[in-house]
Nanobody, 119 residues
Framework: VQLQASVGGLVQAGGSLRLSCAAS????????VGWIRQAPGKERELVAA???????YYADSVKGRFTISRDNAKNTVYLQMDILKPEDTAVYYC??????????????WGQGTKVTVSS
């Protein structure tokens, strides 16, 4: 499975941004997909994940602000980010594999995309 994340960007605090993760390869629908971020000097953090069956997980830091969804017909997973805060600034990665809350356990990774939230 190959994953391609959309370009991030610069957004003001309180704004919104949607990231997408497009997958190539068969059986994408059978994989869970997670969005993982890494801020400078910090460890990777799983912010959201969605299982093959649509079960979702959100980190406490993004609950109520981020929404993960998937469109298996398009082999794409989305991360809608609303009410963005400066502390959301990070490089975001999408990753696929078995549903887990441990970010390092995903098998397939896309390239990182930078999201910067200005105050």
């Amino acid at each position: 499975v190959q994953l391609q994340a959309s370009v991030g960007g610069l957004v003001q605090a309180g704004g919104s941004l949607r990231l997408s993760c497009a997958a190539s390869g068969r059986s994408f629908s059978s994989y869970a997909v997670g969005w993982i971020r890494q801020a400078p000097g910090k460890e990777r953090e799983l912010v959201a994940a969605i299982s093959s069956g649509g079960l979702t997980y959100y980190a406490d830091s993004v609950k109520g602000r981020f929404t993960i969804s998937r469109d298996n017909a398009k082999n794409t997973v989305y991360l809608q980010m609303d009410i963005l805060k400066p502390e959301d600034t990070a490089v975001y990665y999408c990753a696929a594999g078995t549903f887990t809350m441990e970010p390092t356990r995903y098998d397939y990774w896309g390239q990182g995309t930078k999201v910067t939230v200005s105050s």
